[in-house]
């Protein structure tokens, strides 16, 4: 069940990149460049970006790619100040209901090996490591975990585990 939250979810449109841009910048080692995210969010045929909006300010989004019927978890990112609120798994608590939808039936991400937090986040969705990539970041040198989860079984988060 989606839990009622001060922040509202909206596709993200051109005029949110400056604030997209803001929250890469600061805390992604290998941030994607405006024209990159450009590229995403107009793509309307296989992506799909939403952010969490809060008084007006940009507090976290999600991009995510549907190929056939697997959804790619491209990037997620929750302002610095404003995590730990559950912006983020309110994000991909939006997101599961559409893939469904969508006839997806897993999902999958790329994450570096020592983002220990967002690990824990995406444990609690569902996803379990089935390999390393390595030195996928390459500029910084380091592994990334795939992970996969079902979510047909699993389509909404569940605190208790
Ligand atoms: C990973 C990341 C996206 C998580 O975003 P977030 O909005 O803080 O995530 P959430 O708040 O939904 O959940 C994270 C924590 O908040 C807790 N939380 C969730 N809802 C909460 C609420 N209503 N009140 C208080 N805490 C809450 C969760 O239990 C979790 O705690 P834990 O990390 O100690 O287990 C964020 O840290 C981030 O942007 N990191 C940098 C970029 C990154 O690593 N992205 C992922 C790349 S794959």
Redesign the pocket.
């Known amino acids: 069940m989606m839990t009622e939250t001060p922040w509202r979810i909206r596709t993200v449109a051109r005029r949110d990149l400056p604030e997209i841009l803001e929250i890469e910048n600061a805390?992604?080692p290998e941030p994607w460049s405006r024209r990159m995210l450009l590229e995403e969010i107009t793509n309307s045929e296989n992506r799909r970006y939403s952010a969490a909006f809060e008084n007006g300010v940009l507090l976290?989004y999600l991009g995510v790619m549907f190929v056939l019927d697997e959804m790619h978890i491209n990037t997620?990112?929750?302002r610095p100040e404003h995590?730990?609120?559950?912006?983020?798994?309110s994000l991909l608590e939006e997101v599961w209901p559409a893939a469904i939808e969508r006839g997806c039936e897993r999902a999958t991400?790329e994450?570096a090996s020592s983002?220990l937090?967002?690990q824990?986040?995406y444990r609690r969705f569902g996803f379990a490591p089935v390999g390393i990539r390595k030195n996928y970041y390459s500029r910084i040198g380091e592994d990334a975990l795939v992970l996969w989860a079902d979510i047909t079984t699993r389509p909404l988060l569940d605190n208790s585990i």
């Open positions: 805390q992604f976290g997620l990112g929750t995590q730990s609120r559950g912006v983020a798994s991400l994450v983002n937090r967002a824990e986040l």
